[in-house]
Structures are given as structure tokens and as C-alpha cells.
């Protein structure tokens, strides 16, 4: 098991990472007073042994999916906290993937201005991000993450054996941010352009966790809150994937960000921001994950989604963080027009 020390100036957290680090959760939790939150799936799959291991625990299952990450199940977190009296000293042990990693987070930080908080993230992209580096949020009135608070857990115990559940689409969502990770480090995409055959791996996926967290811990200790610009780049592939997401919503969210950087990189290459070569790997590394980018009806008007992404800075233009060469990435702006004109490459195509 690796330890990895997330030094944020708010709280500094700690990530177990690989085997036995579920055990480190029980030995943390058992004199504590915990609040577990959890999904209806992964009740179904762990709630008998979440309820053998955590005997005194209340435990608070949500509605699986994106679709509930929204306004009325952050109250339904907070109606039963606020039922089961928790107090600032309480702790509050979210037990699922991004979608309850996020709420809980949400609901902790602002429950009477901040209760304790642990991450034990299910699924490989609640492991590899949203887990780590204390972003919590709810998507509301029609926009993703728009409501949330910079919070971080103080532990993170992240264990392989909750992978060997996650159906292969899920496995696949992991993927999407891994690989968005190995555009930005060049060291983490050689290593999975040469382990090509093995993303399915559970031996693989828990070696590349690790890489993973450490690369974003090392961001996130850059620059915690998104100010300096640093965290910025983890954004790569998000512009077009959460506007896909908006307006599509039928794939998984790791599956748009592969398919928002497959037009993000073709948008680097035309702009200049990257050589033909180098986008070439970033579609490399993408067709590993995403065999075949669909066509999408009436892509073009996803613009007004992206219109609305939180890290725009000036009406009518749309800010997006572009692949510029190995571990290197650019800022690039363009105008709402022509990013249209780009998405309807996913109108038209069929890789
Ligand atoms: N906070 C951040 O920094 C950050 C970063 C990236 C993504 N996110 C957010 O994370 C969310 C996506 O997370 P996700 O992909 O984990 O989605 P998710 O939480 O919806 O989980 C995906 C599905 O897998 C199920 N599941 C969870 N663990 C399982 C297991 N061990 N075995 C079988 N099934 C299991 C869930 O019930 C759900 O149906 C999005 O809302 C995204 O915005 C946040
Ligand atoms: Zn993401």
C-alpha cells in the first residue's frame, strides 16, 4: 500500500492507496462518529458488509447516477445528518464513486460550516480524481458542478477491491480521466502506451491509480482553489465533454472526456497550438479507451453549453485547456462561432 500526502494549505489530506487501505478506514472509523453516504448500488453490492464493518455507522443511501446529483439529494444528505445529530466532530465517510464522493463532500462542508470528511472511492474514476483534491459540487439548473465548495477530505482510502465489481463501462469512465492524466504527463502516457493490453488489468489499473493520484495530488498542491491557473489543466477534454454530457447524456462522463479530447486535440492541431505528430499520440492514446468516436445530431448547438463553463472569462468566447506538446499544455480561446464550426466534426464524423 502507498501513502501519498496531499499538502493543500486548507487541509492537508492523506491517500492510502492500493491494498489494505479499506482496512485503514475501519481503524480510523471505529471510535468515530460516522455518517457513511452511499449510493443504491453500491448498497447493494457492499451494504451487508458495510453494515458487519461499521456497526454503529448510520448509513445514508442516495439514488445511483448523475441525474441525482442535484439540489434534492444534497438536502436528502443533509435532512438525515441533521436527523442523526451529528455534531462538527462527526464524520462523514462517503462510500461510492464521483457522484457520492461529490455530494458528501458537498453536504460535509457546509453542515454546520464543516464536518469531518473521508473519501473511500469506489469506482476507478472516483480513485484516480474526483476522490482527491477536495472538489465538491451539485450540477443545478442545467449546468455541471455549478454549486460546490473547495473541500478536502482529511483521509482518502483507496482500495482496489472494490474495482473488481465495476461493470467494464464504468472500468472504461476510469479510463477517460487516466488518460486525460497521460496527455498531461508524459511519463504516465508511455507507461500506458506501452501496457496497451493490459487497461482491463486489475494488477494495471492499481498501479496506474497511484501515478494518477500523485500527479494530481502535485497540481492540486499548486494551486488548491483554481487561482494560479495551475489545476486548470486537469480540465483538458472537459469543455466539450461536460457540453456533450449536458446536452447528450447517455455515456459516461470519463467517455465524454475521451470523446472532448478527440476534438479538442483535432482543434490544437488545426489552431497550431500542436504539431500533427503530437496529436497524433493524444489519439493514440485516446483510441486505446474509445475505439470509435460517434456521430452526435445537432452537435453544433452544443455551444451554448459550453457557453455556460465555469472557467470562461469573457461572454461569447470559449476557454479551453488544449494538448500543446509532451506534458505540456496550452490556455487557448476561441470564439463561439468558431467552436461551432469545430463541433460539427462530431456531427459529420464516423472514426
Ligand atoms: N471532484 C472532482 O474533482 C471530480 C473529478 C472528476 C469527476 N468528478 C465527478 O465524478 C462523477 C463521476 O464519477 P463516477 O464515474 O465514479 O460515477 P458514479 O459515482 O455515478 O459511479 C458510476 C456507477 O458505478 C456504480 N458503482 C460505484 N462503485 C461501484 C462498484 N465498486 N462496483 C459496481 N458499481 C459501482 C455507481 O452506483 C454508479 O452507478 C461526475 O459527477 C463528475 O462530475 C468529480
Ligand atoms: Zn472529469
Redesign the pocket.
Known sequence: MQIIEVHTKSRPSTVYCGEGAYARAEEFLRDKDTFIVT????YR??GEKLRADFPSARICVVK???RH?NKATLFQILDEMLQAQLHRNSVVAAV???????MA?FAASVYMRGTRLVQI??????QV?????????I?YGGV??VLGAFYQPEYVFCDPV??????PR?IK??WG?IIKTGVLDAKIGDRILENASRLYDLQFMKEIVADCIRFKANVVEQDETEKSGVRKC?NLGHTTGHALELKYGRR???EYVLIGMWLESVIAEREGVCTAEYAARVRELIALAQKRIPAFADARSVVKYALLDKKNSEKGIVDMILPKARGEYAEYRLSAEKYAQYLTLLQERQA
Not at 96 to 102: I, L, S
Not at 129 to 137: F, I, L, N
Request: charged share 20%.
Open positions: 449510493d443504491t448500488n453500491v453490492l457492499y445511483a447516477g448523475e446529483k461510492g464513486g464521483g457522484v457520492v464522493g461529490d463532500g472511492p469506489t469506482t476507478l474514476l472516483s480524481d474526483s476522490s482527491v483534491g477536495g472538489k465538491t459540487a450540477d455541471k458542478n472494490f474495482l473488481q465489481t465495476l461493470p464504468e469512465c476510469g480521466e486537469l459516461s462522463h470519463g
